[in-house]
């Protein structure tokens, strides 16, 4: 069955002037721009793409990754607000992912990263973010076991740690104690399960992945650094946020924390199409 905000493997039916069509089994046949079939691949062939709607609300196939798809949270980047409508969030795709004001807990601005989930508005059917994050999550009761491994995603800090989301699914809670060095909204690590207590609350641990994911983000800019010698590593505060998260593991915006950390330091410093190893006048 073919879903709306889901990856799927469809098979290519034929060839026309806006690109392929897919068979979208009982969505019918989906158009894949002709800008996104790979080189190579042919009429009868298979190929896994991602399903939403493009600016004029059809519904398309594309071979882009979105940051998250349906019913995945994840960091975000709000790249622009229009008042009386919502933000909209950069997710990977070329169209934005709106949040309605009716799906903010606040109003964000231009610029801010904010935590979100990708659900499916009922009533428009569109996909959509929502920063009510309480609304979407899973109500039943968690069944994890002491010492499982989990995937989290950073949502919040509280007074006593940070609030995290769980498999996409659960609240849980990282101790302050836990961390080795703050955390950023919208960073994503490993962990275990602590313990789940009586009233389903669940407290959570790093695991030395974690740790080594999360903790050293400037260590690992320098090592890069480093490791190239004279050259210019080509990132900065322009770089795409996959490239980042791909590179480094982390959010683009702790990212960007960590450089200005390294340029206040004067370990680095910005050069033409990058940053490099700081240079002595």
């Not at 493997?9 to 897919?22: D, M, R, S, V």
């Not at 594309?62 to 940051?67: G, K, N, V």
């Not at 919502?86 to 807990?105: C, I, M, S, Y």
């Not at 030395?208 to 090592?223: H, K, L, N, W």
Request: aromatic content about 8%; cysteine-free; charged content about 25%.
């Amino acid at each position: 069955m073919s879903v709306l905000g889901k990856k799927h493997t469809l098979t290519i039916l034929h060839e026309a002037t806006p690109g392929f069509y897919l068979d979208g089994m009982e969505l019918g046949e989906i158009l894949l721009p002709g800008k996104y079939m790979p080189a190579g691949i042919n009429v009868g062939d298979s190929l896994e793409v991602f399903l939403y709607q493009d600016s004029e609300d059809r519904l398309v196939a594309t071979t882009q990754t979105p940051y998250a798809t349906l019913g995945q949270v994840a960091g975000f980047e709000v790249v622009g607000v229009r008042p009386g409508i919502g933000a909209f969030l950069n997710w990977g795709l070329e169209k934005d992912l709106l949040v309605p004001l009716r799906e903010q807990t606040r109003h964000p601005e231009v610029g801010e990263w904010i935590v979100a989930m990708v659900v499916l508005d009922e009533v428009s059917g569109r996909l959509m973010g929502t920063m009510r994050l309480q609304r979407y999550l899973d109500k039943t009761e968690p069944k994890y076991e002491p010492g499982q491994a989990v995937d989290l995603v950073i949502a919040e800090e509280t007074d006593l740690g940070f609030k995290a989301v769980i498999n996409h699914l659960h609240w849980g809670l990282l101790y302050k104690s836990e961390i080795a060095s703050p955390l950023v909204a919208g960073d994503e690590l490993s962990g275990f399960i602590r313990l789940v207590r009586p009233d389903g609350k669940i407290d959570l641990r790093l695991d030395a992945s974690g740790y080594d994911r999360v903790r050293p983000i400037a260590d690992q800019i320098m090592a890069a650094i480093l490791a190239a010698g004279d050259s210019t590593l080509p990132y900065g505060d322009k770089t795409d946020p996959s490239v980042i998260r791909e590179q480094f593991g982390t959010s683009k915006k702790a990212f960007k924390q960590a450089l200005g950390k390294l340029l206040r330091q004067r370990r680095i410093e910005l050069a033409e199409g990058g940053i490099r190893r700081f240079r002595k006048p």
